[in-house]
């Protein structure tokens, strides 16, 4: 082999980033996903667990924009009930604990919403 | 027509995931047999091309040069086109991978009724090839964030950066819109120009096609199809992969089984095409050289060992026979005992 030293070398580099995953989780076997502190107060959300699960960034999305950008503050009707649009009126009169429900999720997949940006985070 | 067999191939492979997986059981092969096999065959083919390559002898000193070598103290070097020792050749190289510079030259020959032959500077192709490959970096750097418990900073900041833009939610991905628009472009390209049309061969739009593929699904994951694609299942599926205790945990959407299988297909066929171009790059003689064949010798490795043979000993050699034919030798042969009187 000609340049050996270097080639190795670099081959060894090259091996060692594509397993950075590798070593970097290495010892440790336990990976549940986040367990989520439930509401009591309601059986009930705007729409089906899975659903929310999925597309509750972009029911917000829109919330936020016919709330604050075209002045739409009507609430929405689900079996009879009326919600406000609204993230801390409410989200979060269910979902009281932002650090046991929102973060649990967001800091797992390490998603940072910017809707802290605008809210104020309840004292937790 | 050479795009047709491509893009079937691609078709094809979507296809095997998305019919694949629907069948009871097979989410282990696709989610994780499959993803060893894969990642298995690109380290291993990655290693054995470089190893290869590194066994092969490089018989010429071969720089490319493009400016003024090394030469008298008052002629001025251009020590980046025509490096002469081991730190210009660093910089040189430094500069080719991460600038992309032998691209910066690309030009473009058109004729003009005349007939009249010119050549113009084309940065197309530079830009959109660097704009794909940083876009693929980020992109890939991003993807660490399913794989690496806890996340790091670096990988979160990068996330950040790459959604400043903040438009939807979920946030839009800047390198998302730059990746499509380069591989469209250099798809484009191959057919738009006659003559990189006329050389662009079925293992040139495989890999464009099924980059594109891959991209167009993950966009579709996070952006459109969402029902069912449940990242926290998917991290725990790619956790359990890099600690070798895979699971899968829920039902996840087979749009991201295609995604999966689609960059597993892409990793195999790796080794094997010409995306080793990422590892050739570094073991370009052209590149990797330095242009002093004026003051090292280079040897060929392939020179057998030939020993000199000076004149002196070949008639020390064939004295005998030379002289029995009368050819005229510079040294006598011995007198012989017995024939002096």
Partial sequence: ?124 | MKYAFPLAAVLALILIALIGVQIPGMQYLFGVVVPYLAVALFLGGFCYRVYHWGKSPVPFKIPTTCGQQYSLPWIKQDKLEAPNNTSQVVARMVLEVLLFRSLWRNTKATVYDGPKLTYESSKWLWLFGIVFHYSFLVIIIRHLRLFLEPVPACVAWLETIDSLLQIGAPLMYITDVTIVLALLFLFLRRLSNPQVRYLSLANDYFPLFLLLAIVSTGILMRFFLRTNVDIEAIKQLALGLVTFHPTIVADISSLFYVHLFLVCVLLAYFPFSKLMHMGGVFLSPTRNMANDSRMRRHINPWNPPIKPHSYASYEDEFREDMVEQGIPVEKELAPQPGETA
């Fill in chain 1, 1 to 124: 082999m000609y340049n050996g030293g270097k080639i190795i070398t670099g081959l060894v580099i090259f091996v060692l980033l594509v397993t950075i995953p590798v070593w970097y989780n290495r010892g440790t076997t336990a990976r549940s996903a986040p367990e989520l502190v439930m509401p009591t107060n309601a059986k009930s959300c705007v729409l089906p667990a899975e659903e929310m699960r999925a597309k509750h960034m972009q029911l917000l999305n829109v919330w936020r924009d016919e709330v604050v950008r075209t002045g739409d503050t009507t609430s929405i009707v689900v079996e009879g009930k009326a919600y406000p649009k609204s993230l801390q009126l409410n989200c979060m009169e269910c979902h009281t604990s932002k650090v046991n429900f929102c973060d649990k999720c967001h800091d797992y997949s390490s998603v940072t919403p910017y809707c802290w940006d605008c809210h104020i985070a309840p004292v937790e």
